[in-house]
């Protein structure tokens, strides 16, 4: 089983959002950056796929080269080869980032049986990236999976809606695209990082058309003004909190 | 005109959908709706504003077919020509509004939280799980757009709400994703979505065991039990139970975060809470910043003192 896992690099948020003085772009020059979360499920699945059925695992970034870091990670834990779809680096909109991965794709040549994505990204949530690519491939595709089974060439796909789980099934080739709680992924092992050095990237560079939705400036929503009430880690501490839970009738 | 996509589950009307109508009869005075097979929620769609319900119809139509409805809906547009199609920001409405936008090679934004109607459409998304706003333009002759869950607040207005219904053309390809099957029971418990009390537990807890004293905690108060990410990563505790922007969203009357520090991935899912109790031993972690109540101090020794007055209250 062939299968492409497209990810993306983001920054690491930790616990507040800064700005450039434009205030167009995070300021990223004191942040690490990582996978966007839901695409470490996506890696890790096809790994398991992989172990399971035979085949190989290509991963597909589209952004600068520094995407590579993110890469290594990931080959690390077991995929085979990755390409970057290289861009100049500016923000492309969800419509351009399908246009670029398709033809990275293209360019790339090589089929595959099973499309991976991420549900949605971190920082932008289009939500639509892995719909438009499956248009774009002329493929089938379930959003938003949970739980992943691959049968005699047919994958069962669960989403969770509250406590219940709907069932989809799609024929390969196809793309899915996943979310968090998917599978637990591993951590890199050393022999995985040295591996991981000598794996193929190759780079593919690709135009970003000009966005239709254009990206005036980013916001941090003003937090709401609360007067937070400090309390000691003591039996006191713990009377007002009972007081406070019985004023909002969640104790009786 | 605007359109609005109905969420409908089984003759059940997504809420959020009541919220899409309610804000779209501020752009327009003419708002219709379309939903896919299922007229069942035509009346509620009326009393908050629809003037017309069109009801997308086809044989295979007869559960969730994302695909198939994101067709129906294109060719909906094209009879109707109207000025935006806009959906609630759910699974759902982000789903076939991006299978619609696929088709029309169209923009779409999602998530938003507000809409100004123009050439070029002004709006403000979310990103970041809401921790941060984009204020953008969008080029496009039509607006396509999902809305933020609980942007605006559902107000009922009614509306003549007159059912029409139309013969989609579907092709096997539309309809070759659709739900086979649901599994699961529906939940006798709290769920954690709609819990009124959440009692989270974060890398503080330091392993599985010290949530039993949440388990306790969130039964005494008719809660249930939340934690962050690192703690599913660890294993410590099922993915269905993470809080977060990656894992459920929660609005709870009452939030309890216990040795959870409040990274921008889980604040994301816990801000709205109405009161948030955090317990942890930086003073100055996030979560600390937003809390109504801060315990300064290790969940380990407090967390038993708690317990036993919370006990001796509702015992009393």
């Keep these: ?252 | 005109m605007i359109l609005v996509l109905l969420d409908v589950d089984r003759d059940a009307l997504d809420p959020v959908s009541l919220q899409v109508l309610t804000l779209s009869r501020g752009l327009d005075p003419d708002v219709q709706a379309v939903v896919a097979g299922d007229a069942s929620v035509a009346a509620e769609a009326a009393a908050h504003g629809a003037g017309v319900v069109h009801v997308a119809e086809h044989p295979g139509l007869t559960d969730y077919a994302p695909r198939a409805t994101a067709k129906a809906v294109v060719q909906l547009i094209a009879s109707l020509s109207p000025a935006a199609v806009l959906a609630g920001g759910t699974p759902r409405g982000n789903e076939v509004m991006a299978h619609v936008a696929a088709f029309l090679d169209a923009p779409l934004a999602t998530d938003c939280t507000s809409i100004t109607m123009g050439a070029p459409f002004e709006v403000t998304r979310a990103r970041w799980g809401g921790n941060l706003l984009e204020e953008s333009s969008v080029t496009a002759s039509m607006l396509l757009a999902t809305i933020q869950p609980h942007a605006v607040a559902a107000e009922p207005s009614a509306a003549a709400g007159t059912v029409q219904a139309f013969t989609a053309d579907l092709d096997d390809a539309d309809l070759a994703v659709r739900i086979v099957e649901r599994t699961g029971a529906a939940a006798t418990g709290v769920t954690l979505a709609e819990a009124r009390v959440v009692v989270s537990g974060g890398r503080g807890m330091g392993g599985s065991e010290p949530f039993a004293m949440l388990d306790d905690l969130a039964a005494l108060l008719g809660g249930t039990v939340g934690c962050s990410r690192v703690v599913t990563s660890e294993g410590w505790r099922p993915h269905s139970e993470q809080v977060g922007q990656t894992g459920t969203k929660v609005a709870p009357d009452l939030y309890v975060a216990c040795g959870i520090s409040g990274a921008t991935q889980h604040l994301a899912g816990c801000k709205n809470s109405k009161m948030i109790v955090a317990i942890n031993t930086d003073g100055q972690a996030p979560i600390m910043q937003i809390a109504d109540y801060a315990v300064v101090g290790d969940v380990h020794a407090f967390l038993p003192l708690l317990l036993a007055q919370a006990r001796a209250a509702s015992a009393g």
């Design chain 1, 1 to 252: 089983m062939e299968i492409l896992v497209c990810i993306k690099r983001v920054p690491m948020v930790g616990a507040a959002l800064i700005l450039t003085d434009d205030g167009t772009e995070l300021d990223t020059r004191r942040l690490g950056f990582q996978l966007s979360p839901h695409e470490e499920n996506a890696v890790e699945a096809a790994v398991q796929l992989v172990e399971k059925h035979g085949g190989s695992v290509t991963l597909l970034a589209m952004g600068t080269a520094e995407s590579e870091e993110q890469l290594r990670e990931q080959l690390a834990i077991g995929a085979d080869r990755a390409i970057i779809a290289l861009t100049d680096g500016s923000e492309p909109d969800p419509q351009a980032t399908a246009a670029g991965l398709l033809e990275a794709i293209r360019a790339d040549g090589a089929p595959f049986d099973l499309v991976l994505l991420g549900s949605e990204s971190a920082d932008v949530a289009g939500y639509q990236t892995g719909i438009r690519l499956a248009h774009a491939l002329g493929l089938p595709v379930v959003t938003n999976v949970k739980g992943l089974s691959i049968t005699d060439g047919v994958a069962r796909c669960e989403r969770a809606v509250g406590s219940e789980r709907e069932v989809y099934e799609v024929p390969l080739p196809a793309v899915i695209t996943v979310r968090d709680g998917l599978n637990i992924p591993r951590y890199p092992s050393v022999p995985g990082r040295i591996k991981a050095r000598k794996k193929p990237v190759t780079t593919h560079e690709v135009t970003i058309g000009a966005p239709r939705i254009v990206k005036h400036r980013l916001v941090v929503p003003p937090a709401t003004a609360k007067g937070t009430t400090v309390l000691e880690p003591n039996a006191e501490g713990a009377a007002a909190l009972v007081e406070a839970f019985r004023e909002i009738g969640v104790l009786s």
